[in-house]
C-alpha cells in the first residue's frame, strides 16, 4: 500500500468537553438530569473522569500521542455560578489549563458553549428568553479577557442543531420541550449569539492588542438521503430535514456577514429519512454500539460537500466510536482518516482532525458504559486511573508521520487496506454493535 500524507502544518489532536470529563459539582442542567434520574446507568457528571485535577499528566498523556491541537470547553456554570458573579478562582484555573497545553507545544481551541447551561439561565426562561444571548456574551468576554493572549482559535457553540433540537423538538435535554415552534426560535437565537460571540470575541482582541483570533462553531454533520429515493414523499422529507437541521443555522449567520473564520465538523454517521419525519439508517453497514453506522465513504461525502457548498476552511473537532473496549476503533480511525485524506486530495480545505475523545467520557445516553476515549480511564475508581489504549499508540504514531505509513498498519491492523471498506467488514467490525 502507499502512505498517505497530510500537507504540511495539518494539525492532529484529540477533544473533550467540559460537563463531561471535569467531574465535581457544577450547576448546569446535567447536574440536574443526574438527580432526575435520566442519565443511563445511574452515571453521576461530578464522578466523571477528574481532568479537572488530573490535567496535567493528562496532557502529558497528549504530548504522547505528538497532539499538534487539543479542543475543551469551558463551563459555563462553572464560571458564573449565579448571574453576573464571575468565580475568579475557576478562571485563573482555566487559565493553568490553558498555560499548560501552551507550554506542551499544543495550540488550545477552545469551545464556548457545548450543550450545557447553568440552572440559574434554565430557571430564567433558557433559551426562550432573548436575553440569553446578552448573559452568554457576557461569559464569553469575561472568558476572552482571561484566555485571548493564549487562545488564538475559539468556538462559539458546539452542534447548535443538535443541541436545540435534544432541548426543543425530542425533548431529551431540558426543558424537555417538543415543539417545532420552539425549536427554530432557539436555533435563531444560537445564531444570532454566534454572530455577537464572534463580533466579542474580535473587539477583545483588538482591544488588547492581540492577534486576530479565528472563530468557528461545530457543526454536526451528516449525509442527508431519503430512506426511498423513489419516494416523493421521503424526498419532500429529506429535503426539509436537511434545510432544518443541516443547513438552517449556517446559512442564518451568513445572512448577517462573513461572521466565520472556520466551519468546525462533528462526524459521526450518514442517515435516510422516512416521511414524514423518522430517522433511518442503511442495513448493509455494521453498527457501533451507540446503534450508528459506521460509514468512512459519508466522511468524504461530508467534508467535500461543506467545502463545495461554503468555501469555508473546516476543521474536524469530533469524529470517534463509542464501545466495550479498543476492538473497533484502529481500523475506525485509519478508515476515517483516508477519507479524510481522500477530501483534501479532491480539493477540500481541511486543516485539522480532532478525535472524540482524548479519553473516556460521560455520555449521557450511555453513562459511563460508552468508552470513546483514546485513553482508558478506570471510572469506578478513586484513582481514575489511566491507560493508553492501542488507539492511541497509532493515532500518535499517525500525528507524528502526519498521515498514514505502511509501517503504522503493519504494527497495528496488518488486514488493513484503504479499500477494505465495506469489503472485510465482517471481520474488522465483527464486534460492531454487541
Known amino acids: 500500500m502507499s502512505s498517505y500524507i497530510f500537507p504540511k502544518g495539518f494539525l492532529w489532536g484529540s477533544s473533550t468537553s467540559a460537563w463531561q470529563v471535569e467531574g465535581g459539582p457544577i450547576d448546569n442542567e446535567y447536574r440536574m438530569l443526574h438527580q432526575q434520574g435520566l442519565i443511563a446507568g445511574g452515571s453521576d457528571p461530578e464522578q466523571s473522569a477528574g481532568f479537572w485535577t488530573r490535567y496535567e499528566s493528562d496532557i502529558g498523556l497528549m504530548r504522547q500521542m505528538h497532539h499538534g491541537s487539543f479542543r475543551m470547553s469551558v463551563e459555563w456554570a462553572r464560571v458564573e455560578p449565579e448571574e453576573g458573579r464571575f468565580d475568579e478562582e475557576a478562571i485563573r484555573h482555566y487559565r493553568r489549563i490553558v498555560e499548560a497545553v501552551v507550554k506542551a507545544g499544543i495550540l488550545p481551541v477552545v469551545d464556548l458553549h457545548h450543550h450545557s447551561n447553568p440552572l440559574w439561565v434554565c430557571r430564567d426562561g433558557g433559551w426562550m428568553n432573548p436575553r440569553v444571548v446578552q448573559k452568554l456574551q457576557g461569559f464569553a468576554r469575561r472568558m476572552a479577557e482571561a484566555l485571548g493572549d493564549l487562545v488564538g482559535v475559539w468556538l462559539t457553540i458546539n452542534e447548535p442543531t443538535i443541541w436545540a433540537a435534544e432541548a426543543y423538538f425530542t425533548g431529551e435535554l ?51 438521503d431519503p430512506f426511498d429515493s423513489r419516494n416523493p414523499l421521503d424526498k419532500i ?197 454487541t
Open 237 to 433: 422529507a429529506s429535503k426539509w430535514f436537511r434545510s432544518a437541521f443541516e443547513e438552517r443555522f449556517l446559512s442564518s449567520i451568513l445572512k448577517k456577514g462573513r461572521t466565520i473564520d472556520l466551519l468546525g465538523i462533528n462526524y459521526y454517521f450518514c442517515m435516510r429519512i422516512r416521511f414524514p419525519l423518522s430517522v433511518r439508517f442503511r442495513t448493509d453497514l455494521p453498527m457501533t454500539k451507540e446503534g450508528w453506522p459506521i460509514d468512512p465513504h459519508g466522511f468524504h461525502r461530508v467534508l467535500t460537500g461543506a467545502w463545495e457548498r461554503y468555501r469555508i476552511p473546516i476543521w474536524v473537532m469530533e469524529n470517534g466510536v463509542g464501545e466495550d473496549d479498543d476492538e473497533l476503533r484502529p481500523g475506525f480511525i485509519l478508515d476515517h482518516v483516508y477519507q479524510m485524506h481522500r477530501a483534501i486530495r479532491d480539493g477540500a480545505d481541511v486543516r485539522a482532525y480532532h478525535h472524540w475523545a482524548t479519553m473516556d467520557t460521560l455520555e449521557y445516553r450511555k453513562g459511563f458504559a460508552m468508552r470513546y476515549g483514546l485513553i482508558g480511564v478506570e471510572m469506578e475508581s478513586a484513582e481514575k486511573t489511566r491507560t493508553m489504549r492501542a488507539s492511541g499508540k497509532m493515532y500518535g504514531e499517525i500525528a507524528a508521520a502526519n498521515g498514514i505509513t505502511e509501517q503504522i498498519v503493519q504494527r497495528h491492523v496488518p488486514d488493513w487496506t484503504p479499500d477494505s471498506f465495506p469489503k472485510g467488514t465482517s471481520t474488522r467490525y465483527s464486534h460492531a454493535g
Open 174 to 224: 431540558p426543558p424537555h420541550a417538543r415543539s417545532p415552534r420552539k425549536f427554530f426560535r432557539c436555533l435563531d437565537l444560537l445564531a444570532k449569539a454566534h454572530v455577537v460571540l464572534y463580533e466579542t470575541l474580535n473587539e477583545v482582541h483588538a482591544r488588547r492588542g492581540w492577534p486576530k483570533p479565528a472563530v468557528g462553531f461545530a457543526h454536526a454533520a451528516h449525509g442527508v
